[in-house]
């Protein structure tokens, strides 16, 4: 390994570190373990902390980074724990934890945005404006899993159901102000929304993966409660009919605000898990959102999805405002994740998916594709379960595969293969749920060796000791650093 | 000056460069001063490039790029020109024009997007759209000035009165093909509007000023043609009564096509220029666009324009949807920037402006405070003329002082006042026009030292020797470089 990217992870060291600083930290064995975690990361790979710090302010981070970067200590961040992988500390050294700054600052409604700190969780965050008098009314729209918090969403660049209508983190953070390895700290944005301020510094960090630096307060976009809302779930016998009435919703000008598929396999899972009250068809489905301040524009729109359903041969079509009916269509929708995970036969199963997106008129062929590829590589007689389910307005589909722990090497080479159908359908390795370590080869497929050199030159610009999150998103260098994955 | 940025830009070093390309080129004075003119430059300022070329391809700019980057000879890109001197040779060196880099290469109607050259004019892009079977229907909707291409608004981050419905150039370019001052090629992003492959390189391009690569195709967001469109002006006794029905309208979760503000004195010049055929009330006015893709969907929201405009006493209002009206009223607001050349008394009177944006809640802060520093700054019995118009609803405003030549180092301190005052109301130094050479100092105390830090830290690891666009955005390295401005 490079001299550049060597850690002192002695315990000296650590110790060392600890001492000089008069941050909360734990090194309780259960604590640790508690920060090698996040969903679906098989137990054998874990790796953990060396200490756990609970930074209270921006200064606290600044001095914490300060000596790390003066004792090449590791320094990953965590937060809700949701990502696959991208807040564990792989490389060992320091995790830092944010649950004692998780603040909602300030909301300024005439303005439409609110400043947090990054512990906070979005549902929180949207339970907090709902009961103060000056959010009311508001909302921050990016809703990944309910855990997630927004230092990790920022880190992840995630996105979820409403991305389609608000954006994704890339759209919602207003401006951050970042911590960097040495401890120099910057705001990168001021509260406008429009800015020609130089380089970009806030879409530099949303998404990096605490790879350039730790967000330490954010900026949010908040918009206006969606009114009138209303559900609906649309069925066909192909997935094509409910993708073409998608398309057809983007050509009319109509903004609604989600259209999510899912396949018959998926809805087969989701009746399966008993997630959900109600017994669903097993066939392609549409679920979508439609809101809007007026109630006659919400009749509008409801009258052209009824067209589009109909001239698409929808085989059945429920639109409902009954909020108690909401619940459950949009909570069956929310629900698919977990049903997935309900699949498992053992627990020792693996649960391995992909997150590929493509310009949304090649939806058809990637998930025809996609079942291809997986249908010739299931082994025979074996009890591999697959489905697909997807943020159709954005093109944006995971196709899931849950296996026997004996299979990991097939299934992981399928959805390699998955990448590599949508990065020829023009399309994108990882929609919202980041690179971490197991997408690095994949990247450099869709960047090229170029595009990986100029996020590399930027993290030795950022980071030149290489202290944060290391090997997430690219190897530090080539062949370098400790990638097991 | 470092040896690190030296450039030799010496007749017999230029002549070696231009003997070992075929890529056509011209180093006749008419074409060399063609190209060391941007609106307002003043005369005295220009500074020539040596010879310009002009690529016809990707492969062309990269050939150019290496041999430029091997010989340290600064190169700036040139497109429409209409910059206020981010695409001026400062440095001498290299301009490379995209005149022979100009077309539509391709529309996917169904996904929404376009690619295209960075030569190509937007006006002339959406007229193309127009013609084609596949674009009917749909336009790029970012407006800046008539005669800017899309390379140079890429390289800007550049705006315009649409930008509060559909975002600026940072959220209607999907991805780009950027050239590295080294001549290497990379495809920032794919297709797909939704991405979290790694860092965000699209974003760093956008607004980088030409500093870190040039762009030589881009992928564009394309957006339904607004259907059923409305233009209303309503007059006010106060700018403030106008701002007000912007943050209500903000509030309602109605999304208008464009909220754009003019001062009395705006109006004034506007009527003094003789560029509309209509004299307008001299008085604070509200310009907006209602569009939408149901006739009720509309009538709704000019209701609620009329009930706003009546609650905030506005003076009159008028709203239209005659096509030749809807021309005359957005004609004039779109002539403001011309009618305000045109009150120069004398053709060495200097056109002085501030590009601030703040939250708009603080914008009756910065228009108020803007007044009062420019009426304390103005020379007793001069000739000041002094104005304001803005995209309200981005918070963005454009303050102009036309003054004759002489007091220019008044006249740009009181903008260098104004800007401060925006930061102080928590708002950017450019909103649109980017930082160039000019704004470089308030940059520092926007972004702060670190910010800065950052910027030049990201620009020496994709260009260690500086030759893009020397001296744009910040100095190459504190107090070195040709900085003259």
Chains 1, 2 share one sequence.
Request: aromatic share 4%; glycine share 10%.
């Amino acid at each position: 390994m490079s001299p550049k990217y060597t850690y002192n992870h002695s315990p000296q060291s650590l110790s060392l570190l600890i001492s000089s600083l008069c941050i909360p930290h734990s090194t309780s064995p259960s604590t640790l373990a508690s920060k090698a975690h996040t969903p679906h990361s098989p137990a054998e790979s874990r790796e953990y902390p060396a200490v756990v710090f609970y930074p209270s302010t921006t200064q606290d981070v600044s001095i914490l980074l300060k000596e790390c970067h003066e004792r090449r200590i590791a320094v990953t961040a965590y937060g809700g724990g949701t990502s696959f992988g991208g807040a564990l500390s792989n490389s060992g050294g320091v995790c830092v934890s944010f649950e004692r700054m998780a603040q909602l600052l300030h909301i300024n409604a005439d303005d439409g945005d609110c400043v947090v700190q990054p512990g906070l969780n979005w549902m929180h965050l949207n339970a907090l404006l709902q009961k103060s008098e000056k959010g009311t009314g508001l909302f921050f729209p990016v809703d990944p899993s309910p855990q997630a918090s927004v230092g990790g969403m920022i880190a992840m660049s995630c996105s979820g159901t409403n991305a389609y209508r608000y954006g994704t983190m890339r759209e919602c953070v207003v401006g951050v102000t970042v911590v960097l390895a040495d401890g120099r700290v910057v705001k990168t944005k001021q509260r406008p929304r429009k800015s020609s301020a130089g380089y970009d510094l806030t879409h530099l960090i949303v998404g990096s993966e605490g790879t350039l630096g730790l967000v330490t307060e954010a900026t949010l976009r908040l918009v206006p409660l969606p009114r009138n809302l209303h559900v609906g779930i649309a069925t066909f016998g192909a997935l094509e009919g409910g993708v073409d009435v998608v398309l057809e919703v983007q050509k009319s000008g109509h903004v609604f605000e989600a259209l999510e598929v899912a396949d018959g396999k998926q809805m087969e899972c989701l009746n399966r898990s008993k997630l959900s009250p109600v017994n669903f068809t097993e066939t392609p489905t549409l679920f979508f959102k439609i809101a809007g301040p007026s109630k006659q524009m919400v009749a509008d729109q409801i009258n052209i999805m009824k067209t589009l359903c109909a001239r698409h041969k929808a085989t059945s079509l429920e639109i409902t405002d009954d909020e108690s009916r909401i619940a459950t269509l949009w909570g069956a929708r929310k629900a698919m994740g977990t049903a997935l995970v309900a699949m498992k036969q053992s627990p020792t199963d693996l649960f391995i998916h992909s997150d590929c997106a493509v310009p949304i008129s090649k939806l058809p062929a990637l998930i025809a594709g996609t079942h291809d590829l997986i249908t010739a590589a299931t082994p025979p007689n074996s009890r591999w379960f697959c489905a697909n389910v997807g943020h159709a307005g954005d093109g944006n589909v995971h196709s899931s595969i849950i296996c026997p722990a004996e299979d990991k090497e097939l299934a992981e080479a399928v959805i390699k293969r998955i990448c590599r159908l949508a990065l020829s359908l023009e399309g994108t390795v990882t929609g919202e749920h980041g690179v971490g370590m197991k997408l690095r080869d994949v990247l450099e497929e869709e960047v090229g060796k170029t595009g990986v050199e100029i996020m590399r030159g930027i993290k030795e610009a950022l980071d030149p000791r290489g202290i944060l999150n290391p090997g997430k998103v690219f190897r530090l260098e080539n062949g370098v650093g400790k990638a097991k994955l």
